[in-house]
């Protein structure tokens, strides 16, 4: 009976112990299911997806988060972040924006919240500190955004006399100037061709170019026309109308660059007061002179071949003389000394003779004395003889007599 009793006393302690690990692997099992089921959100542009999952393998929620809660599909070129501690998944599309710089356009691929920065660092762009953009450096990227770049860079314009500093945008040396609010003249020049790029420290030089106007004017000569005049007589004139110079206006332009002077043109050229003829009268009646003809002075050759300067000569008849005595001015007779009217050859008066053709040459000689032929006009002169033979073999003849200067 003890036996028995033991038995069934086992046989209920087993079935207890039996009820009681049953219980546990239970509560076990439960709590194993609770600890594996989570909540997770995945966060899509605006879109918030929240839901339970017991896999929360980044691969395990985003096919999840597609196919049970209806989330467009992650391409390739989106980038899911997995933030484990939060059990948050934060998609970011993939999108494109093109970056524009330096004369070139680059399409950079982003994701979804990145910067302008972001972009410009894509695209290997480093912006100085006076370049521009055209949008802030925390700027978010949208899809297809189009982000501009303009270098900007300090050039030297020289100019009017001075030089100064300028910060312009890039371009050409053109633009640089309209920029710096430099006004270039339909003539200046720009010493560098106006399509060259903007680079930084480039020295543009301009040269301003002027015109003026000179006016100068000139005397004109007036011309002399003689006229004959037959009632006056040789050797005597007599203005009839005086001259008067003209006047004559020049106009020139002159070039400059930077105010000197490089070219000079005449642009017009004009008589502006007609000069007036000088009017001379000169006689053409001839002296006649103890029937002697008178001729303006010149020059003669002497018989040794001398030149010799003559105010007039006078050509006529000529007689002799010879003897002793005194002259009527008191100078003792010889050869060289000849008899003449004072009124026509003053006393003292240097004198050479000869023939017109040169064949008889009396020589030089001085007015010293008067003969008694001043009565008549038959004689020019009495020329002085050493002996009477030579008076008798000069006879009567026709000399010249030049009255020297």
Same mark, same amino acid.
């Given at each position: 009976?003890?036996?028995?009793?033991?038995?069934?006393?086992? @046989?209920?302690?087993?079935?207890?112990?039996?009820?009681?690990?049953?219980?546990?692997?239970?509560?076990?099992?439960?709590?194993?299911?609770?600890?594996?089921?989570?909540?997770?959100?995945?966060?899509?542009?605006?879109?918030?997806?929240?839901?339970?999952?017991?896999?929360?393998?980044?691969?395990?929620?985003?096919?999840?988060?597609?196919?049970?809660?209806?989330?467009?599909?992650?391409?390739?070129?989106?980038?899911?972040?997995?933030?484990?501690? +939060?059990?948050?998944?934060? $998609?970011? !599309?993939?999108?494109?924006?093109?970056?524009? @710089?330096?004369?070139?356009?680059? %399409?950079?691929?982003?994701?979804?919240?990145? %910067?302008?920065a972001d972009a410009l660092s894509m695209a290997n762009i480093t912006l100085s500190g006076d370049d521009l953009c055209t949008r802030k450096a925390d700027a978010e990227v949208k899809?297809?955004? =189009?982000?501009?770049?303009?270098?900007?860079?300090?050039?030297?314009?020289?100019?009017?006399?001075?030089? =100064?500093?300028?910060?312009?945008?890039?371009?050409?040396?053109?633009?640089?100037?309209?920029?710096?609010?430099?006004?270039?003249?339909?003539?200046?020049? /720009?010493?560098?061709?106006?399509?060259?790029?903007?680079?930084?420290?480039?020295?543009?030089?301009?040269?301003?170019? %002027?015109?003026?106007? $000179?006016?100068?004017?000139?005397?004109?000569?007036?011309?002399?026309?003689?006229?004959? +005049?037959?009632?006056?007589? #040789?050797?005597?004139?007599?203005?009839?109308?005086?001259?008067?110079?003209?006047? =004559?206006?020049?106009?020139?332009?002159?070039? &400059?660059?930077?105010?000197?002077?490089?070219?000079?043109?005449?642009? *017009?050229?004009?008589?502006?007061?007609?000069? /007036?003829?000088?009017?001379?009268?000169?006689?053409?009646?001839?002296? $006649?002179?103890?029937?002697?003809?008178?001729?303006?002075?010149?020059? /003669?050759?002497?018989?040794?071949?001398?030149?010799? *300067?003559?105010?007039?000569?006078? %050509?006529? !008849?000529?007689?002799?003389?010879?003897?002793?005595?005194?002259?009527?001015?008191?100078?003792?007779?010889?050869?060289?000394?000849?008899?003449?009217?004072?009124?026509?050859?003053?006393?003292?008066?240097? &004198?050479?003779?000869?023939?017109?053709?040169?064949?008889?040459?009396?020589?030089?000689?001085?007015?010293?004395?008067?003969?008694?032929?001043?009565? *008549?006009?038959?004689?020019?002169?009495?020329?002085?003889?050493?002996?009477?033979?030579?008076?008798?073999?000069?006879? /009567?003849?026709?000399?010249?007599?030049?009255? #020297? *200067?």
């Amino acid at each position: 009976m003890q036996k028995e009793t033991k038995r069934k006393l086992n @046989a209920t302690m087993h079935r207890v112990l039996c009820l009681c690990i049953m219980a546990v692997i239970g509560v076990i099992s439960i709590l194993t299911v609770m600890a594996q089921t989570v909540t997770v959100q995945v966060k899509d542009g605006e879109n918030t997806y929240s839901f339970q999952v017991t896999d929360y393998s980044l691969k395990s929620v985003l096919e999840q988060a597609v196919h049970a809660e209806g989330m467009p599909e992650v391409e390739k070129d989106d980038l899911a972040v997995w933030n484990e501690s +939060d059990l948050t998944v934060t $998609i970011r !599309r993939g999108i494109t924006a093109t970056v524009v @710089a330096d004369g070139r356009e680059k %399409t950079v691929n982003l994701h979804q919240g990145d %910067t302008v920065a972001d972009a410009l660092s894509m695209a290997n762009i480093t912006l100085s500190g006076d370049d521009l953009c055209t949008r802030k450096a925390d700027a978010e990227v949208k899809d297809g955004d =189009r982000i501009c770049v303009v270098r900007r860079y300090t050039v030297s314009i020289t100019a009017d006399g001075e030089t =100064r500093e300028a910060v312009v945008n890039e371009g050409t040396v053109q633009t640089a100037l309209s920029q710096a609010g430099v006004t270039v003249g339909a003539e200046d020049l /720009v010493l560098l061709p106006m399509d060259t790029a903007v680079e930084e420290g480039l020295a543009i030089q301009i040269q301003r170019v %002027t015109y003026r106007d $000179i006016t100068t004017t000139e005397t004109v000569d007036y011309e002399i026309v003689t006229k004959n +005049d037959s009632s006056m007589y #040789l050797g005597e004139s007599k203005v009839e109308t005086k001259g008067q110079e003209g006047e =004559r206006t020049i106009v020139t332009r002159e070039k &400059l660059i930077d105010g000197e002077v490089v070219e000079t043109t005449e642009i *017009s050229n004009e008589v502006t007061k007609e000069p /007036v003829d000088q009017v001379v009268r000169k006689g053409t009646k001839k002296k $006649i002179t103890r029937c002697a003809t008178v001729t303006a002075g010149g020059t /003669v050759y002497d018989h040794n071949g001398n030149k010799l *300067s003559y105010k007039q000569a006078l %050509t006529g !008849r000529c007689t002799s003389y010879t003897g002793d005595g005194y002259t009527s001015t008191g100078m003792k007779p010889q050869y060289g000394v000849v008899a003449v009217d004072p009124k026509e050859i003053p006393y003292g008066t240097k &004198l050479y003779i000869c023939s017109p053709d040169g064949s008889y040459v009396y020589g030089y000689a001085v007015a010293g004395d008067t003969g008694g032929f001043i009565y *008549s006009d038959y004689i020019l002169a009495d020329l002085y003889m050493d002996t009477y033979s030579d008076c008798a073999k000069f006879g /009567v003849r026709t000399m010249t007599i030049y009255i #020297l *200067s």
